[in-house]
């Protein structure tokens, strides 16, 4: 598959070679939000979900519907490959609910936001996850009419709100279910397109500048005259290279 915009991606890639998964996957929802400007503080406060069907939207746009995928059997260690529809996806966890989520019960009125990138990251950092999780997005705590602080929560309405959370923003985790076709076993694995979608383009870009390298070295032409040559052009260069 070709990408349009060779010059853009190229310097995507080049930016998060040197960055860790984090950085690689902002780079690629920056890229796939160009309508954000590249605020990056939006992105980050995204719902986790809304990121993942932008990163979706994004491979489709870039390398086409269909997504190989390679799993070991949890249970007896056979490869399974398989095939995924990236724009199934990206439509699927595109219906998501409002951000703002509102729950009652037994007394307890609660509103919090669905978590985002950032929220994710924070808490993963802290002592206690879940607790650090819930400060950052619980936005309103009454007990009886009188406010409360998130850490007053009981537990019963902390498992409400991890549901609650997770119904409004499904995308957040993506987690196949594969039967394997050895031995009837399931497994199961989280998807993380950010790290699939680095992969693609990592190889992409490689093969790209593979290209760059033969073009110039035959005509003698820049790196920039070669990129904005559209990719039918440059393709049908390559072959007279190689007939040569």
């Known amino acids: ?38 605020d990056q503080r939006t992105l980050l406060e995204l719902p986790v979900g809304e990121r993942e069907a932008d990163l979706f939207a994004l491979r489709r ?3 086409g ?59 993963a950092g802290a002592a206690d996850p879940r ?12 007990r009886d009419g ?6 007053e929560l009981p537990a019963a309405v902390r498992r409400r709100i991890a549901e609650a959370a997770e119904a409004a923003d499904p995308g957040g985790d993506v987690t196949l279910t594969i ?14 397109i950010a790290s699939y979608l680095w992969t693609e383009l990592d190889a ?3 093969d790209l500048l593979l290209d760059v390298h033969l073009l110039a070295t035959a005509y003698g032409w820049s790196e920039p005259e070669i990129l904005a040559l559209s990719p039918l052009r440059r393709r049908y260069y390559l072959e007279l290279c190689a007939d040569v």
């Open 1 to 38: 598959m070709v990408i349009a915009r060779a010059a853009e991606f190229l310097a995507t890639w080049e930016t998060g070679v040197a960055q860790a998964p984090d950085g690689r996957a902002l780079l690629l929802h920056r890229a796939a939000r160009p309508d954000l400007g590249g």
């Open 61 to 63: 746009a870039l390398f």
């Open 65 to 123: 519907e269909r997504m190989q995928v390679r799993l070991e059997c949890g249970a007896c260690g056979a490869d399974m490959e398989f095939e995924l529809d990236a724009g199934e996806f990206a439509r699927t966890l595109a219906d998501r609910g409002e951000p703002l989520v509102r729950i009652a019960e037994d007394g307890w009125e609660v509103e919090f936001r669905v978590p985002g990138f950032a929220d994710l990251t924070a808490a």
């Open 131 to 142: 607790r650090a999780l819930l400060a950052r997005c619980v936005t309103d705590a009454v």
């Open 146 to 151: 009188r406010s409360v602080s998130a850490d």
């Open 179 to 192: 039967a394997c076709p050895e031995c009837g076993e399931d497994t199961r694995a989280e998807l993380d």
């Open 204 to 206: 992409w870009a490689r």
